[in-house]
């Protein structure tokens, strides 16, 4: 969707090394969710966003959300070759249901 | 089952058929939506079940597209007169509450129109 921009298009680390995807909205999100997607398989749910300035971690990954609810981030620390993948970040619209994601970042982890 | 199926994962076929894409989301989830994927592009919203009826379709490019979900639980994409440009992987996805972004996904079906 034009509506949720993400960047870097693409990314590629040396394993160990920390990275960082943002996703950035023209508008005020009400939820912001960061899913990953492996080829050739549907998306897995990582984390929800809800509040201006959260933080949430699972396992060596972080996202936040901005005080003013227009942008995330996701940070990998120390990437291991199991974090590659394709990191998608997802927002609630503000009517109805269509629930719209942004342009995707691929990740490659080299060992 | 344990996750979201979808079926066939593979369908290849010509222009100008009519296709069936099949899901069968999580037990108890109410809500179902269906999403096209182009290759290097993020999910397309198509359309949005809560319970059996179509909450939002508004998604859906065109006529050609339709779908439904006659009992609540099982939901069936249909398109016809397919086009080369319907080539995508179509991903479906439920989840238990409505209007909540953590949802559950099949690992999609891959279509191609020759």
């Known amino acids: 969707s034009q509506e949720l921009e993400q960047s870097p298009q693409s990314l590629i680390v040396q394993e160990g090394k920390n990275l960082t995807i943002n996703c950035t909205s023209s508008?005020?999100?009400?939820?912001l969710y960061w899913y990953k997607q492996k080829y050739g398989e549907g998306l897995i749910f990582l984390m929800m966003?809800?509040?201006?300035?959260e933080e949430k971690s699972h396992e060596k990954i972080t996202a936040k959300l901005d005080e003013k609810k227009q942008q995330s981030s996701l940070h990998i620390t120390a990437s291991q070759p199991s974090h590659a993948g394709i990191y998608l970040c997802?927002?609630?619209?503000?009517?109805?249901?269509?629930?719209?994601f942004g342009t995707g970042t691929s990740l490659t982890v080299i060992p | 089952g344990a996750g979201v199926s979808q079926t066939p994962s593979n369908k290849v076929t010509e222009k100008g058929k009519y296709v069936e894409l099949r899901c069968d989301p999580i037990s108890g989830h109410t809500a179902l939506y269906w999403y096209r994927q182009s290759l290097g592009q993020g999910p397309e919203f198509l359309i949005y079940f809560q319970g059996t009826g179509a909450a939002d379709d508004s998604g859906l490019p065109n006529d050609r597209f339709f779908a439904v979900r006659p009992e609540g639980s099982v939901s069936t994409l249909k398109i016809q007169r397919t086009e080369r440009g319907d080539s995508a992987v179509y991903l479906c996805?439920?989840?238990?509450?409505?209007?909540?972004?953590?949802?559950?996904f099949g690992e999609g079906s891959r279509l191609t129109v020759l």
């Open positions: 996805a439920s989840s238990y509450l409505p209007r909540t972004g953590e949802l559950f």
């Open positions: 508008k005020t999100l009400y939820g």
């Open positions: 997802g927002a609630d619209p503000a009517t109805g249901n269509q629930f719209y």
């Open positions: 966003l809800q509040k201006g300035g």
